[in-house]
């Protein structure tokens, strides 16, 4: 009765064809696994999403924002709630002069191209990330070198309370992959970048060395969630888990990857138990031979 009730609500927030049922989340996820999560919204706006929140809030049901899903393993069981996402919805860009402002649900790798073309850089390191940009405010993503605490000077985040937050760069929080908006759970609407004058030519041909660089180094002809763990201090993982012997290692259709020891890649069948039971032999293994934690970068939802 509650989950109908919510539903009904949420189709007059967001318009029925905009909220859908047990919808199959391997179709919005990179690593391509995952079961259904019991209701899918796309809100619109900035109001349909402060709207979605507040329905979710009051029904006691839990809720997920979700952007590219390149960052997230969902369990084969699925989500017993609500996912939010906000990728395909809430893209607006605007650019004047330096400053880039963006809504959360924007292309990493789109805001990248439309600031080489407005020869605006600083943002090169994005260009080959595959996640949102409110996704990448609330890990702090970074590449090469670059982070967005580099180049961001605001954001605009809403309480689970409906509360609109303004916060600096120093509010923010920013540290490796972590953040204000993280441990507070807010939810980004938008962010606003200052970026410099910078020749279209050699923008556009940074980036083209960064994508030469991901394509040689990274597994990106198979499905995964980019990194699997967060660098420990002093180590490399990728390499502890290379020099742990794991170079290829298999749980059913999951890979530590051959090109890449950093990444796991679903092989095309892999579930989500074969994932999770490869990271934990993987951690197990690191832990046993070289005395190193290895923290996961990726998310989990439905475990």
């Known amino acids: 009765m509650k989950n109908e009730s919510l539903y009904n609500t949420l189709c ?47 029904a006691g049901m839990s809720w997920y924002i979700l952007g590219n899903g390149s960052n997230v393993l969902v369990s084969d069981s699925g989500y017993d709630g609500v996912v939010i996402q906000l990728f395909h919805n809430m893209e ?9 402002e963006l809504e959360a649900g924007v292309l990493l790798v789109k805001a990248a191209h439309l600031a080489a073309k ?7 390191f994005a260009s080959g990330i595959p996640g949102t940009v409110g ?46 908006i ?11 970048l200052e970026l410099k ?12 060395e960064l994508k030469e660089a991901r394509t040689t180094k990274q597994p990106l002809e198979y499905p ?8 420990p201090a002093g180590y490399f993982a990728g390499k502890l888990i290379m020099d ?38 993987v951690q197990t293994e690191v832990r046993d031979k070289f005395g190193v934690e290895l923290e996961m970068e990726v998310k989990t939802l439905g475990f």
């Open 244 to 281: 742990a012997g794991l170079r290829g290692y298999r749980v059913g259709g999951a890979e530590v990857s051959e090109k890449h020891c950093g990444f796991v890649i679903n092989r095309g069948d892999a579930t989500a138990e074969d994932v999770m039971k490869l990271i934990r032999h």
């Open 135 to 180: 996704g990448a405010l609330v890990m702090n993503a970074g590449a090469y070198g670059g982070e967005m605490k580099d180049v961001v000077r605001e954001a605009l985040v809403m309480t689970k309370e409906g509360k609109l937050l303004r916060l600096s760069r120093e509010e923010l929080e920013l540290g490796y992959r972590t953040s204000i």
């Open 92 to 100: 607006a860009v605007r650019i004047e002069g330096c400053l880039m």
């Open 118 to 124: 407005a020869g605006l850089t600083g943002l090169e």
């Open 224 to 231: 995964s969630a980019g990194s699997t763990f967060k660098r």
């Open 12 to 58: 007059e927030i967001n318009g029925a064809e905009n909220v859908l049922r047990n919808e199959p989340m391997n179709k919005h996820t990179t690593f391509r696994i995952g079961g259904p999560a019991r209701l899918f919204c796309l809100p619109r706006s900035a109001a349909q999403l402060a709207g979605t929140v507040e329905a979710c809030e009051k």
């Open 197 to 208: 004058e910078g020749l279209q030519t050699e923008i556009e041909g940074r980036m083209q």
């Open 182 to 192: 993280a441990r507070k759970g807010y939810v980004v609407l938008s962010a606003l």
